[in-house]
């Protein structure tokens, strides 16, 4: 048989890829790209989470809590209380367990207070005046949203003056969260260097709907953080009854210095954060206390831990569970409870219990604290602005129906949490920006696409390493005082839970993608914002940097010819 010699053509040989013009084989080129992170896009302020973490495990500390205030002036506050939905979304979660982002910002926040740093100075200059900078701006409320509003615009030049009806700053922050979770000294810290920054403040000035032209006339624009202080009631329950507390008036009176003298037992109605404060406060106060929640455990509002915590102090749980019947002769009230499941069927936020037959058992009680949610209070407000239902109605900027008054907080939103005010704080202010230099400003949808997923993060870069978590008093510590609870990290802790991070979506210059290029494609150009430059006429599209990236910060993108 005779054997047929074909010639290898050229481009078989030996010869190095990178005279080989193999780019018309492609498909797809990659593309490096800052891409936003899970827990960025699950943050309320929208944080740069990856950045100032990032930042933190290189040691620069100060850049990190920079970072991090640019959208969140409190984070030694917020590092305490917030109930981090940053974590729930954390790509690590599906790895070895959760960054502990919160634990983190308390950390920086609380070294910012240690180290005495200062926030940024504001915008100064004719450039700023002539862009209308000098206008001013009424903040009525200095809770959350009203010192991140107050914040944000200061930052940007504007005058701001909040107006406060309560002798000091800090709204929930500082009458509704108890000591032992938020220590006085580190609200005071964080506001006073807040005020720093020149924000003028009017202390035991209650503002109400009648002073709302009068504010037109001297402000450029109004920004409204009420708040949300009218406790809903139960029918069971009669007006007036001094063995009955309104959940946030009860937690107001402790922080106050002005707690009432409660009986052996307690009550607390509700399953949310209001709720689990005031039966741990109770418990302080050295009751026996009992939490009836609708919801099941699982289900609670209030955040995992509280919920444990509060178990650990000796509060007792009914969930599932509800008040029928209040009776009781003398000091004493006696409660008629069953056990209950939620409708399934009712609209979206609407809690609908159905009692279960043959379920029914007694309480007793000598005080009873209602905690089961609030709404604002909008007497004369919502003669002037427009409403959507119990909360003030407000556009993609927070602008109400009213021209340049804008609302945010728990007076527009039934997102109930501090780090959910600051942001709408925040994004209230970039709208009063906008509205007051002429802006024209479109809403932006949120940051949904593109998000790094898990299966994008290549783990093998990353060895296990589990989360820690912070060390908690023990319980016999706890009852008796109002100590804080949880403590924070130190230094070394910390460090080794910024290293956890995958940064997701950062290109943190590996030189992965240079290296593992079989074509030789991937160029290093420091020129550039991404730092690498990919030579079209080389890339075949294989895919090798994309799978090599440690992080998800390289993407493949589909040609068309």
């Known amino acids: 048989m005779s054997q047929v010699n074909r010639e290898v053509p050229p481009i078989w040989t030996t010869g190095w890829t990178d005279v080989l013009n193999t780019g018309t084989w492609r498909s797809a080129i990659p593309v490096h790209r800052k891409r936003p992170s899970p827990c960025r896009s699950a943050c309320p302020v929208e944080g740069e989470i990856p950045v100032w973490v990032q930042l933190a495990r290189e040691e620069r500390h100060r850049e990190a809590w920079l970072t991090l205030a640019l959208n969140n002036p409190m984070p030694a506050v917020t590092g305490r209380i917030c109930h981090h939905p940053c974590e729930g979304e954390c790509n690590r979660g599906r790895y070895d367990g959760a960054v502990s982002i919160n634990a983190l910002e308390q950390f920086l926040g609380d070294l910012a207070l240690e180290q005495g740093w200062t926030l940024p100075e504001p915008q100064t200059g004719p450039e700023q005046r002539v862009a209308g900078l000098e206008q001013r701006v009424a903040v009525i409320g200095g809770g959350p949203a009203g010192l991140s509003c107050a914040y944000q615009l200061r930052l940007r030049g504007y005058r701001v003056t909040v107006f406060e009806a309560r002798p000091e700053l800090g709204g929930v922050l500082r009458y509704g969260i108890p000591r032992y979770?938020?220590?006085?000294?580190?609200?005071?810290?964080?506001?006073?260097?807040?005020?720093?920054?020149?924000?003028?403040?009017?202390?035991?000035?209650?503002?109400?709907?009648?002073?709302?032209?009068?504010?037109?006339?001297?402000?450029?624009?109004?920004?409204?953080?009420?708040?949300?202080g009218k406790a809903k009631l139960l029918p069971q329950f009669p007006a007036g009854d001094a063995r009955v507390f309104d959940g946030l008036n009860f937690l107001d009176a402790v922080n106050t210095g002005s707690s009432p003298r409660l009986g052996r037992q307690v009550v607390v109605i509700g399953g949310g954060s209001v709720a689990m404060d005031a039966a741990r406060s109770a418990r302080r106060l050295g009751s026996q206390v009992k939490v009836l929640a609708l919801e099941s455990k699982g289900s609670l509002p209030a955040q995992a831990d509280e919920v444990r915590e509060a178990l650990e102090e000796g509060v007792l749980l009914y969930d599932g569970a509800m008040v029928q019947e209040i009776g009781g002769e003398g000091e004493r009230l006696s409660l008629a409870c069953c056990k209950v499941v939620l409708d399934t069927g009712a609209p979206q936020g609407v809690l609908r219990p159905v009692a279960l037959p043959g379920t029914g058992f007694a309480l007793e009680a000598d005080n009873i604290i209602l905690a089961i949610g609030q709404d604002p209070d909008l007497s004369g407000w919502d003669e002037k602005l427009g409403r959507d239902k119990e909360l003030l109605a407000v556009d993609f900027r927070g602008m109400t129906s009213r021209r340049g008054v804008f609302a945010g907080g728990d007076a527009a939103s039934y997102e109930r949490y501090v780090s959910a005010a600051i942001g709408q704080?925040?994004?209230?202010?970039?709208?009063?920006?906008?509205?007051?230099?002429?802006?024209?400003?479109?809403?932006?949808?949120?940051?949904?696409?593109?998000?790094?997923?898990?299966?994008?993060?290549?783990?093998?870069?990353?060895?296990?390493?589990?989360?820690?978590?912070?060390?908690?008093?023990?319980?016999?510590?706890?009852?008796?005082n109002f100590a804080e609870v949880k403590g924070g990290y130190g230094r070394a802790e910390a460090q080794l839970q910024a290293e956890r991070c995958f940064s997701c979506g950062q290109c943190l210059e590996c030189d992965n993608c240079y290296y593992f290029c079989p074509d030789m494609a991937v160029v290093k150009d420091s020129s550039l914002a991404e730092h690498y430059r990919v030579l079209d006429q080389y890339c075949k599209g294989c895919g090798s940097c994309v799978e090599e990236c440690p992080r998800g910060a390289v993407v493949l993108k589909e040609e068309t010819r």
């Open 181 to 228: 979770r938020l220590p006085e000294a580190v609200l005071a810290g964080e506001i006073r260097r807040l005020l720093a920054l020149g924000i003028e403040v009017s202390l035991n000035r209650q503002v109400t709907a009648a002073d709302l032209k009068e504010l037109e006339e001297e402000y450029a624009a109004v920004f409204l953080a009420i708040g949300a």
């Open 425 to 480: 704080g925040k994004k209230a202010a970039a709208g009063i920006a906008a509205f007051l230099s002429g802006e024209v400003w479109s809403e932006e949808p949120a940051i949904t696409a593109g998000e790094v997923s898990f299966a994008e993060v290549n783990t093998f870069y990353f060895p296990v390493l589990p989360r820690q978590e912070r060390e908690t008093l023990p319980v016999e510590a706890r009852l008796g």
